[in-house]
């Protein structure tokens, strides 16, 4: 099954009126509020696999900064560190707490690169350590009074802060806040955020928890936790979207465990972190997982016994990512445009003619039943025609095992 998600974003706007941002915001439903049921660490961490994994984060910002909020656990998490400094401003809750660990984490962030913004932020917010790391106060305009917000303007435009007016709802307040210099503004006077709803993969629990398990030993084996993740689809996506959104210059990966090398090993354990938050929140299965399945081991055990024996991974990636289009009810073309994977790989998934897509389509003449052709594209690529009834059977089998134990 697929499962609806939810992300809403408000403009922020500059003194011209040009937007400059969004602020991201977590939503569990239509209904365009927030769940209060829900603990900051878990919407900001489903925030962010929605954001990247689902929607891409180019796609709901375009070329200007997202503000997303972090509470403590989070940056004491490095969670942050996923994320490109360039496109993204780290709003801590005005709820946090600072001690000497967190501020050596916002002091990191800084020396990254990263700007830092102070949220909800009041008059008698008490902690100057961390106001002073601060690059933007988020200065409430619901919880502040008139003579209050003054006196913030005047004490923290000195130390140079980039002063933003929040929650402002009439248009006296806004010009009143620009003439005693305010830089950026946001608030339902200007817009109410918009709610963005897209259909996302589903998940497997198991996986996770299996990957989980293989992470927590003193030295990880990329190979194990490769085989772990290239067997779902989820979690192989999610993976090649996290590798671009991280490291933008990579754009020829040839296998999951390429991926993961690139990433490394503490990187791919701060994304765990988030993927297993979403899992619990919502886990759905789809038949169209296990097609992947098949279709990665099929193709996979061909290219292995063909002239293409030194491509068998990509051919096994091109398998398995083959179903996104079905999954997500998106074209293939504008899945793959953001995806770091071969231009091979991507050739092949959009019907071009590949080597790789020789495989596919001896995939799919068995998937159909119409053995037209069948001969020469086997012959094409060295491959022994006779050995295709038990490479076929023993993946079907192979996937509804496993498709059943990960159940």
């Not at 596919?360 to 998937?367: A, G, P, V």
Request: net charge negative.
């Amino acid at each position: 099954m697929i499962m609806d998600v939810f992300v809403a974003r408000q403009p922020i706007f500059d003194r011209g009126n040009q937007v400059v941002a969004y602020e991201l915001l977590y939503r569990s439903n239509e209904n365009n509020f927030f769940d209060n049921s829900v603990s900051s660490n878990v919407a900001t961490s489903l925030l962010l696999m929605n954001t990247y994994y689902s929607f891409g984060i180019d796609n709901l910002v375009g070329d200007k900064l997202a503000y997303i909020n972090f509470n403590k656990a989070l940056v004491e998490n490095d969670i942050p560190l996923l994320l490109d400094e360039k496109n993204v401003v780290i709003e801590l809750l005005e709820t946090v707490r600072p001690d000497d660990n967190l501020l050596n984490k916002v002091k990191y962030l800084k020396e990254r690169g990263y700007q830092i913004a102070l949220d909800d932020f009041t008059y008698y917010y008490p902690f100057d350590e961390l106001i002073n790391l601060c690059d933007i106060l988020k200065v409430d305009f619901l919880n502040n009074s008139l003579e209050h917000i003054l006196e913030i303007s005047l004490k923290y435009k000195k130390q140079g802060k980039i002063l933003l007016a929040e929650k402002l709802e009439s248009y006296e307040l806004y010009l009143w806040a620009r003439k005693i210099g305010f830089d950026y503004f946001q608030g339902y006077f200007f817009s109410k955020p918009v709610l963005f709803k897209k259909q996302t993969l589903p998940d497997s629990a198991y996986q996770y928890f299996r990957l989980i398990e293989a992470m927590n030993v003193e030295e990880p084996d990329y190979k194990e936790i490769s085989l772990i993740i290239e067997i779902d689809v989820t979690l192989t996506y999610r993976l090649l979207k996290l590798i671009n959104s991280r490291f933008s210059f990579v754009n020829d990966i040839s296998s999951v465990q390429h991926a993961l090398a690139i990433l490394g090993i503490n990187a791919f354990r701060k994304w765990l972190s988030l993927a297993v938050m979403q899992n619990i929140a919502t886990h759905k299965t789809s038949e169209l997982v296990k097609t992947a399945m098949i279709r990665s081991q099929f193709m996979e055990k061909i290219a292995f016994f063909s002239s293409l024996k030194k491509h068998t991974e990509e051919v096994a990636l091109s398998g398995l990512l083959s179903v996104l289009d079905a999954l997500l009810e998106m074209p293939m073309s504008e899945l793959l445009e953001n995806l770091p994977v071969s231009d091979m790989v991507k050739a092949t998934l959009l019907g071009k003619d590949t080597e790789y897509n020789v495989v596919f389509n001896i995939l799919r003449i068995y998937e159909k039943g119409n053995f037209n052709n069948l001969s020469s594209l086997c012959d094409s690529i060295s491959f022994d025609i006779n050995k295709l009834p038990k490479i076929y059977c023993d993946s079907v089998k192979w996937s509804d095992e496993l498709f059943e134990y990960m159940q």
